[in-house]
C-alpha cells in the first residue's frame, strides 16, 4: 500500500503535550490548515498506523527558552511566530 499524508492538530499551549503518532512517519511541515488550526502533517503507512506511540510536542514562541528536543518547523500565527519541537 502507498504511503499516505496525514494531519496531527497540535495546540499552543505551556502544558505538556503528547501525540499519538504511528511509529512510522516522516514529519513533512508544521503550519496552520485552512481553518487557522496549527497542525503537523506526515507522512505515514496505513497499514502501519497501530500501535501508536506517544510523541512529546513543543511550541514555543520566539524569545522563549528551546526546549532539549528536535526542532520540526516554525509557523506564523497572525503577531505571532511559533516554533515546534518534539521529543
Known amino acids: ?3 499516505t499524508i496525514w494531519k496531527f492538530p497540535i495546540k499552543i499551549t505551556d502544558n505538556d503535550q503528547y501525540l499519538a503518532l504511528p511509529p512510522k512517519r516522516r514529519v ?4 496552520l ?3 487557522g488550526i496549527p497542525c503537523i502533517w506526515a507522512e505515514v503507512e496505513p497499514e502501519e498506523l497501530k500501535p501508536t506511540v506517544p510523541v512529546q510536542i513543543f511550541v514555543i514562541g520566539t524569545g522563549e527558552e528551546a526546549p532539549n528536543a528536535l526542532f520540526l518547523g516554525t509557523f506564523v500565527q497572525g503577531k505571532r511566530v511559533w516554533h515546534t519541537y518534539y521529543k
Open 28 to 31: 513533512l511541515s508544521v503550519g
Open 33 to 35: 490548515d485552512p481553518e
Open 1 to 3: 500500500m502507498a504511503k
